[in-house]
């Protein structure tokens, strides 16, 4: 959001004020004869500050003679970089609040979107801040090249003690201190835009669905992992020494059932009498069919404890 509202009017700031900067300063030079005075030089200047193009024809005190003086300093370039960036941050914002309101869907659709948008972002923040560095160096130099006290010294009647020569107006900064001040707030600005679109990137998602363990949590892993093994080492010991036992009760087993079927096979030849199978509990008792039978009862088995 504040990419879409803030973002348009910052850099429309900042290009106006240096832009569409124009300022002025006025000398006067009072010869010892006063009819040679000039007690009004103006000197204009303005953006791209190209000052050594800019010139001014005070008195030489000398009759009706004047000179051309030139101005020190060219400051054109780091100017134009700033508003530059300025302009094209600008559009480049008005197109993104179209993108974010309008084609919200299409820009969410694959990861080219979001990522094109955080390269650029990452860059006209950088941008911002090298064009405010030098904007704001080469501000200060015009300061002193434009300073009155400086002009004074290019004109040569002003170096004879005999004429007096001043500053009657000096220049106003405020304008181009304002366009350094929002070429600072643009980068604070682009780049707190920076965590925003990395949102929307699929490094940070990706990053979401597998967030990376922090150190401690690495070493709970690596103990719990430790521990693991051990229980499974121990595990498998106790499994080792349980086999013998497990192969000595399948072992009885299979013969309790061997013995089984002998019994029933037993069982069912003989005619007089009938045998329990054979088991560790103790030794069976035999009981007379014919007893069973006479007295019309259930067999009943008795099992000798040992």
């Known amino acids: ?12 700031c900042a290009f106006a004020t240096c832009g569409g900067y124009s300022g002025h300063l006025r000398v006067r030079v009072e010869c010892l004869d006063k009819s040679q005075s000039n007690l009004s030089i103006t000197v204009n200047f303005a953006y791209p500050f190209r000052l050594q193009q800019v010139h001014f024809q005070p008195t030489l005190c000398e009759g009706n003679r004047q000179e051309s003086i030139f101005l020190v300093g060219d400051y054109s370039s780091s100017a134009q970089f700033f508003v530059t960036v300025a302009v094209f941050a600008f559009l480049y914002s008005l197109m993104a609040t179209v993108v974010y309101i309008y ?53 040569s009647a002003c170096r004879y003690p005999a004429n007096r020569c001043s500053a009657s107006h000096h220049p106003v900064w405020s304008e181009l201190n304002t366009s350094v001040v929002f070429g600072f707030v643009n980068f604070i600005l682009w780049t707190g835009n920076i965590w925003f679109v990395f949102k929307e990137t699929g490094w940070y998602k990706t990053g979401q669905r597998y967030p990376m363990r922090s150190a401690s949590g690495r070493r709970a892993n690596g103990m719990s992992q430790r521990l693991y093994s051990q229980s499974s080492f121990d595990q498998s010991g106790d499994r080792f020494y349980q086999h013998p036992y497990r192969q000595a009760n399948f072992d009885q087993s299979r013969e309790s059932f061997g013995q089984q079927h002998y019994s029933q ?7 007089g009498s009938f045998r329990l199978p054979q088991t560790s509990l103790g030794q069976p008792i035999i ?14 088995i008795f099992v000798n404890d040992i």
């Open 1 to 12: 959001m504040c990419m879409v509202i803030f973002a348009p009017i910052f850099a429309i």
């Open 103 to 155: 084609y919200q869907n299409k820009y969410r659709e694959g990861n080219r979107g979001p990522l094109v948008d955080f390269v650029v972002t990452v860059l006209f923040a950088f941008m911002w801040l090298v064009s405010s560095c030098a904007w704001a160096k080469a501000l200060s130099d015009v300061k002193s090249a434009t300073d009155p006290a400086q002009v004074l010294l290019l004109i």
């Open 265 to 271: 096979g037993s069982f069912n030849q003989s005619i």
């Open 287 to 300: 009981i007379s069919q014919g007893d069973v039978t006479s007295k019309g009862l259930n067999p009943i």
